[in-house]
């Protein structure tokens, strides 16, 4: 099977990367400027709150036409769940203890940290993900979780597919 990674704040990535070359500063691979980012999607939700994920669904389509057999978003917010939910997408959550969490975001390196408080991170009406992977151990742990759940998802791909219209 072949997989597509579509982020839905792709729009916000850009602009920040934009932004950073433009100072003639790259930042690195993974880095991010969580305060940029959080300026951003409340930015862009105020003036189209429905833009992000119709631009999201276009470059779905995209991916889907160029062969992808799955498609993968790794970075939606609660406000955006009910919409992916409606699409067809299966939704997973994977939650860590906050203080492992926070260590590997400052990890990461971040110009600045994003505030999970911030109303891009909040919102939403509460939904219960199809499966959750609890991400209290190693990478190398939680990567065998993903693996294994994959797994899983595509052998019901695949008998679905023998037996009616294939999901997301």
Known sequence: MTV???????????????????????????????????????????????????DFSRRCETAAASGADVLLCDDARPVDLGPLAAGGFRLVRVSAPDALRSARKAQRGDQTAGRDDHPTELGGVPM??????????????????????GKALAGQWHAMETTGPAHK
């Open 128 to 149: 219960v993900p199809d499966f959750e992977l609890v991400n209290d151990g190693s990478l190398t742990a939680l990567e065998q979780q993903v693996i294994a759940l």
């Open 4 to 54: 597509s990674v579509v982020k839905l704040a792709q729009p916000l990535y850009d602009v920040q990367k934009d932004f950073y070359r433009r100072l003639g500063e790259d930042l690195t691979p993974g880095q991010q400027d969580g305060a940029l980012l959080n300026f951003l999607g409340s930015h862009f939700r105020r003036i189209s709150p429905d833009f992000l994920v119709a």
